[in-house]
């Protein structure tokens, strides 16, 4: 069993499609992770002036 999933993968078209899906959830992660890092909430630095 663990050959037939191999060589399928081996094949380039679904390599191909594999990795394309795999780093496209990482940068959606990050995307999201990037969110809720509250750069984007900070007040103006000289309204107090």
């Given at each position: 069993?663990?050959?037939?999933w ?13 990795w394309?899906i795999?780093y496209?959830?990482?940068l ?8 809720y ?9 000289y309204?107090e002036?």
């Amino acid at each position: 069993m663990k050959t037939k999933w191999l060589a399928i993968w081996h094949q380039p078209v679904v390599a191909f499609v594999g990795w394309t899906i795999f780093y496209f959830v990482i940068l959606m992660a990050l995307v999201y992770l990037y969110g809720y890092s509250g750069l984007n909430n900070s007040t103006f630095i000289y309204t107090e002036f």
